[in-house]
């Protein structure tokens, strides 16, 4: 009879949860590079904006400034979305942690079982073995026991007819 883990049945939804997790993990990870990528994208913005300042019309400058304030006010925005999605990445990262080692205990549960299993058909199979041994045993000796009467018997014929 091959092995059959009790818990299968657990392990495999413990093991369904922890890959829906990853991939709500992934989801935040993709976030998290999102806001850094939109915090680059802003940035690089503002230093194009400071560099267009440079070299255009002075009347344009409150214009510029105002833009550039602008900028600024959209950099900080954009770095508090990245906190949250940094925030939000980490609390999914220890839930999956916890997950994984739920998975982990069972795995290793099922492992000891099946070592056991395996010493208990072992065990098993050498009892039989030994069952075997002895059943044979028995019957050679009454085999030999057979041949020694039947000899024996020749034996007083001969003596006997004599």
Request: glycine share 2%.
């Amino acid at each position: 009879m091959p092995f059959r883990y009790r818990l299968q049945k657990v392990l495999d939804f413990r093991i369904r949860k922890k890959e829906e997790q990853l991939t709500v993990v992934q989801k935040a990870q993709q976030a998290v590079y999102e806001a850094e990528e939109n915090i680059r994208k802003n940035d690089e913005e503002i230093n194009m904006t400071k560099q267009n300042m440079r070299q255009a019309d002075p009347m344009m400058y409150e214009t510029y400034d105002n833009y550039l304030i602008f900028l600024w006010d959209k950099a900080e925005k954009l770095e508090q979305i990245r906190i949250e999605a940094q925030k939000k990445l980490d609390e999914e990262k220890a839930i999956l942690v916890k997950l994984e080692q739920g998975v982990k205990v069972l795995e290793k549960h099922k492992e000891k079982n099946r070592e056991a299993y395996i010493a208990e058909e072992k065990a098993a199979e050498l009892k039989q073995y030994s069952e075997l041994g002895v059943t044979r045993y028995f019957r050679q000796s009454q085999e030999r026991i057979e041949e020694e009467q039947e000899i024996l018997k020749q034996l007083e014929d001969i003596d006997g007819g004599s």
